[in-house]
């Protein structure tokens, strides 16, 4: 059974503060209650506090603007990666102010986060959405910016069985990439189907959720991270 | 345990006193086609409804419900929308079971029509009685002697009970297949028309007709789902026991949608029914014909236990291409085992005939029609092989081989007729007859084979994980 409580403390916060959509640390933090793996990731609010975290961390470590209004984090110049150390997250922090204040001057900028590079996996995605007819559904596909292009996907209605899980994982095109391609080890499909039903049980229980992307998460020979995430609440 | 409302549904698939609200003397109404219907199809106790009558067709005539002295059943409305509420209002003090209402006009075309048809489901329900409709065709149940298809009643399909049941959102739908099929062999335990679905829907029949111990294979056609949450449900159990194969519409999806993550602007309707279809065993077709192909398919043969197909074939060539189309179709062409060799060289001449998969049993069985019915009981013995897939010509001696040898084996046989159905129909019926689907091309063989294949290994899946 997943821990739903953790849960519940993070999404109140968002409603209190009139949010739908969870910033990138507060869905971390849903997550980890549920019991699934993500970077680890601290919020920083100014240059020396990001300093300071990143070598609590370690390196690399990487840096991504906090706002509820930037969706896009990327294109708004407000991500840094492979941060070797701490002078390289000063100017890190300085260089993602300036451009997200620049390119979004009406934008609520609550910090910085730091957070550890996840060592580098195959690239999936696990996701949720509402169906009008059948409520929520789960997602699996080939992640990062290959969901957008290949559209290499599979759905299941929730509840999922572990047998709809293992289904879900293997009926992508390329479900040939899981189980090792050229030399790489097969990642770790058991890992990934435990968050999928994680999640099933998670929304399950929790209409209050619209919508949610893991993407991507690394799948690795030995389990799978969350490195970016994103929650969205009903209205 | 049997729920409230698969009890009620039963109730009213088996009315043995029925109503006809609206019945009429007149020639080339529903009010007289129906009324000849019950009567015909033997309904015990029917009960004219009409003001200004006191006898239709013989039947004493009564001015309303209530005025009928003894206890009704079931009542058929085929009154206009605005009389429907205060009928149901009589149902309810008269006790029914159910009322089946034909009017359109109501959700289907207003708001004020949506209001109403659920202030009728509303009263309805309130007083212990269903609605089925309204906006429907009713429903055909030929061992209680109860039709309402229209079509049905004109070709005067016989009301001989059988095992495949059935629920549409499409009136047509329900009327039609209950003609094309019953032509075809087969027979029915109950097939209904849903409506709008003010009350009884979709999810409701699905789950009367899995516990309906007559009926073996469901049919439905389907465009939306009043409460998705309950249809999925019922549907991982229903699939799990009984085939249940599903015409849906509207599965063409509509440009991106706009939606704040990924997943979102990913799950599109046609997708999350592809998901519902996959995770409950569902067998979804696309088109009327595979609906009563794979019907046929069902309701004929066994279950198979693997893909393993053996092609039975007396021209070597159209051997090849029924091949290419189990091969296509996702079936399996295993060698057949050495002892089916040996056998099969025994009965076959040597020149002129082919011993593999296809197996080519020559011209010379045109000859000997009997090769047919000897090679399919010695190609059933093998255990490679799980289904048998037989081209013949529309020769009735040598479907006679193949009938007789289909009723001592447990394994599917599928024939493709080398033959147009309008040419020689009396072949397809006669196959039909003696339980055997017979499709005038060997491809759609093929699909109905492989679907039988894949539902034989979910609903084995299923069972495994108990």
């Not at chain 2, 059943?73 to 009589?90: D, F, N, S």
């Amino acid at each position: 059974m997943v821990n739903t409580t953790g849960s519940y403390e993070v999404m109140e916060k968002a409603r209190e503060e009139g949010r739908t959509i969870l910033t990138e640390i507060e869905s971390k933090q849903l997550l980890r209650s549920l019991g699934i793996s993500t970077t680890e990731i601290r919020l920083a609010t100014s240059e020396e506090e990001a300093m300071a975290m990143s070598r609590e961390i370690g390196y690399p470590c990487v840096l991504k603007v906090s706002s509820a209004d930037i969706t896009h984090k990327s294109d708004a110049g407000g991500v840094k990666v492979g941060l070797a150390d701490a002078d390289q997250v000063a100017r890190a922090y300085r260089a993602i102010m300036a451009s997200c204040r620049a390119k979004f001057p009406q934008a609520a900028i609550e910090g910085v986060t730091v957070q550890n590079m996840a060592r580098p996996g195959l690239e999936v995605i696990i996701g949720m959405a509402t169906d009008p007819q059948f409520g929520p559904v789960i997602m699996f596909g080939l992640g990062g910016v290959w969901v957008e292009v290949l559209k290499d996907v599979s759905f299941k209605i929730v509840p999922l069985t572990k047998a709809d899980a293992a289904n879900a994982v293997r009926e992508i095109r390329a479900a040939r990439l899981l189980e090792g391609f050229r030399g790489s080890k097969p990642v770790d499909t058991s890992a990934l189907e435990d968050i999928l039903l994680r999640v099933s049980e998670f929304v399950a229980q929790t209409p209050q959720v619209k919508e949610m992307d893991l993407n991507p998460v690394f799948a690795y020979p030995d389990g799978a991270v969350a490195v970016d995430a994103r929650v969205i609440l009903g209205e | 345990m049997q729920s409230e409302t698969v009890r009620q549904i039963s109730q009213i698939f088996n009315a043995q006193s029925v109503a006809l609200v609206g019945a009429s003397d007149r020639e080339g109404t529903f009010g007289r086609l129906f009324l000849e219907g019950l009567r015909d199809l033997g309904c015990p106790h029917i009960y004219p409804v009409n003001p200004k009558r006191e006898e239709i067709l013989g039947f004493k005539t009564y001015a309303n419900l209530t005025a009928i002295p003894e206890p009704v059943e079931l009542a058929i409305l085929l009154t206009p929308p605005e009389a429907v509420l205060g009928i149901v209002k009589e149902a309810v003090e008269k006790k029914l079971k159910g009322v089946v209402v034909f009017a359109a006009g109501f959700g289907e075309l207003s708001a004020e029509g949506k209001a109403l048809e659920q202030e009728i489901a509303r009263v309805a329900r309130a007083g212990g009685v269903r609605v089925i409709g309204p906006n429907c065709l009713g429903f055909f149940s030929p061992a209680a002697g109860l039709s309402t298809f229209p079509m049905s009643l004109m070709e005067k399909v016989p009301n001989r009970g059988g095992s495949v049941g059935g629920f549409a959102q499409s009136g047509s739908f329900t009327d039609q297949v209950v003609w094309f099929l019953t032509k075809k062999g087969a027979a029915f335990s109950t097939m209904v028309s849903c409506g709008n679905e003010c009350d009884l829907a979709a999810e409701d029949y699905l789950e009367y007709f899995g516990e309906d111990e007559n009926t073996r294979t469901i049919l439905a056609y389907m465009e939306g789902v009043k409460d998705g949450r309950r249809f999925f449900e019922v549907a991982r159990k229903v699939a799990a026991k009984k085939p249940v194969i599903m015409w849906k519409g509207g599965m063409s999806e509509q440009g991106a949608k706009a939606a704040a993550s990924h997943t979102g602007a990913l799950a599109g309707s046609a997708t999350v029914w592809n998901a519902l279809f996959q995770q409950t065993g569902i067998i979804n077709v696309s088109c009327m014909e595979q609906v009563v192909d794979c019907a046929l398919g069902f309701h004929f043969s066994p279950l198979p236990r693997g893909r393993g197909t053996a092609v039975l074939s007396a021209h070597g060539g159209t051997g090849v291409a029924t091949a290419d189309n189990c091969l296509a179709a996702g079936l399996e062409l295993p060698g057949l085992a050495d002892e089916t060799k040996a056998r099969l060289r025994q009965i076959m001449p040597e020149v002129g005939t082919s011993i593999g998969n296809p197996v080519d049993i020559g011209v010379a069985s045109l000859l000997n029609p009997g090769l047919y019915g000897e090679a399919i009981r010695i190609i059933a013995d093998d255990p490679n092989i799980d289904m048998i897939l037989v081209n013949t010509s529309a020769i009735r001696a040598c479907e006679e081989g193949i009938v007789e040898a289909s009723k001592t084996i447990d394994k599917p046989v599928a024939v493709s007729i080398f033959a147009l159905p309008e040419l020689v129909p009396q072949e397809y019926e006669y196959l039909a007859e003696n339980g055997i689907a017979a499709y005038p091309d060997a491809k759609r063989a093929a699909y109905v084979l492989s679907r039988l294949a894949e539902y034989a290994k979910f609903k084995a899946e299923r069972e495994a994980e108990g």
